[in-house]
Nanobody, 125 residues
Framework: EVQLQASGGGLVQAGGSLTLSCVHS????????IAWFRRAPGKQFEGVAA????????FYPDSVKGRFTIVSDSAKNTVYLQMNSLKPEDTAVYYC??????????????????WGKGTLVTVSS
């Protein structure tokens, strides 16, 4: 059984930094991808980072590129999302998700097979 647990959310001032953690288990496949998504109130899911286990390739949308970094620690079965220069518009519930195949749209929430519960990030102005 695949399980993902996100943590590390909280309240931070604009311009600050925060690191989220996603501890996963059960991903025994030869290859898989893990991604972070967020959902702000009244908005749709937005993929903010993804990483491929086999290649280590990372993917980001323009909205966070240069500010967010996804890092995988295989020894700890943990994927981190390092968020810098946070803006109020980054406020959302953040989720980690996994897929057996990242595919051509690694930030598409419909491509994910497994989801963890979210963690709330609030950025104050």
């Amino acid at each position: 059984e695949v399980q993902l647990q996100a943590s590390g959310g909280g309240l931070v001032q604009a311009g600050g930094s925060l690191t989220l953690s996603c501890v996963h288990s059960g991903l025994t496949f030869a290859d898989y991808g893990i991604a972070w998504f967020r959902r702000a109130p009244g908005k749709q899911f937005e993929g903010v980072a993804a990483i491929s286990k086999s290649t280590g390739d990372t993917f980001y949308p323009d909205s966070v590129k240069g500010r967010f970094t996804i890092v995988s620690d295989s020894a700890k079965n943990t994927v981190y999302l390092q968020m810098n220069s946070l803006k109020p518009e980054d406020t959302a519930v953040y989720y980690c998700a996994a897929t057996r195949r990242l595919g051509s749209s690694p930030l598409d929430p419909y491509g994910m097979d497994y989801w963890g519960k979210g963690t709330l990030v609030t950025v104050s102005s």
